[in-house]
């Protein structure tokens, strides 16, 4: 259960199916004065530091048991989400045996002196692991929530935060996508019929599928999700292959810079974006600095 009091429980009701998607901008929203947000998405993998193929099988026990260089790690993790607005986590542990029960949002958001934090565990398995997303944020969100995503597995699910109120907020939708294509497709229509009932949304994550995959030809179909820089290789990290990581926006937001950075502290690379965002959409929302208690667990 959400524990702050701050933020609604309760995701949104109602809206337009992935069917029948709200219009596009019109030239009205097009020139309406902006604010740029940097944007970071970024799978941490737990602070383990994956950078060699051998790694997988070398370090396996990292996944259960606590090492000595976890929290230089997450150090150095903190050094790159530093520099920017919204961070959107995957592969977070919430705190247990293998982080020394050290909540690894709450960690990063102290060190990178992110005034608000919350993480959402999706898998909780006691002791061993508490497998998390996690959002880090210089803004303070009008409502967070979690919605379940379909898959042969439970227990993924996206973490949304919302700034603002009615249709016309900005809605963030955090993602770590199944690894097999059936439940991938089934999470994708879920995703699809989310992202409809909002006019301005930011969709970051690992997605497990890259740009041309039958997934998210079909998510870019029925959204109005632009299709993301086609030439952003993120994973494995040491030499990135695949583009598994996005960070995609609907047509109402304007994508002023994207990249890959180059840093191999995961298996992933993190995806960074920087994005304007109508003004309005922020004008009662302050940029801040300091670290509050505004943390959110979920059970």
């Not at 947000?37 to 799978?43: A, E, I, K, P, Q």
């Not at 997988?56 to 606590?66: A, F, G, I, S």
Request: glycine share 6%; with cysteine; proline share 6%.
């Amino acid at each position: 259960m959400w524990t702050a009091t701050t933020i609604s429980r309760k995701p949104r009701k109602g809206g337009p199916s992935r069917r029948d998607p709200l219009p596009h901008a019109s030239a009205t929203e097009a020139s309406r004065p902006g604010v740029t947000l940097r944007l970071l998405s970024y799978n941490i993998q737990t602070g383990i530091a994956t950078t060699r193929p051998h790694h997988y099988l070398t370090q396996t026990w990292k996944q259960v048991l606590p090492h000595t260089r976890f929290v230089s790690n997450l150090d150095r993790i903190a050094g790159v989400v530093a520099p920017y607005d919204i961070v959107a986590l995957q592969e977070v542990d919430a705190g247990s045996l293998r982080t020394g029960f050290l909540n690894q949002t709450q960690y990063l958001a102290s060190q990178a002196g992110f005034p608000y934090w919350y993480y959402q565990v999706n898998r909780n398995f006691g002791k061993l692991a508490r497998v998390s997303l996690g959002f880090l944020s210089r803004l303070e969100p009008t409502e967070i929530w979690k919605s379940r995503l379909p898959g042969t597995l439970p227990g993924r699910s996206a973490m949304v935060m919302r700034f603002g109120t009615g249709e016309d907020s900005l809605l963030f939708v955090g993602i770590h996508l199944a690894l097999g294509r059936y439940s991938r497709r089934r999470q994708i229509a879920h995703l699809a019929e989310l992202v409809n009932q909002y006019r301005h949304v930011v969709v970051m994550g690992d997605m497990n599928c890259e740009v041309g995959s039958q997934e998210m030809d079909r998510l870019l179909e029925t959204t109005r999700l632009r299709k993301p820089n086609t030439g952003m290789r993120t994973f494995p990290s040491w030499r990135p292959h695949w583009h598994l990581d996005h960070i995609l926006v609907t047509d109402t937001l304007t994508v002023t810079h994207e990249e890959v950075l180059d840093q191999s502290i995961s298996d992933h690379l993190p995806v960074a974006m920087e994005v304007v965002v109508p003004a309005h959409l922020l004008e009662r929302t302050a940029f801040l600095s300091t670290v509050r208690d505004r943390s959110i667990d979920s059970q």
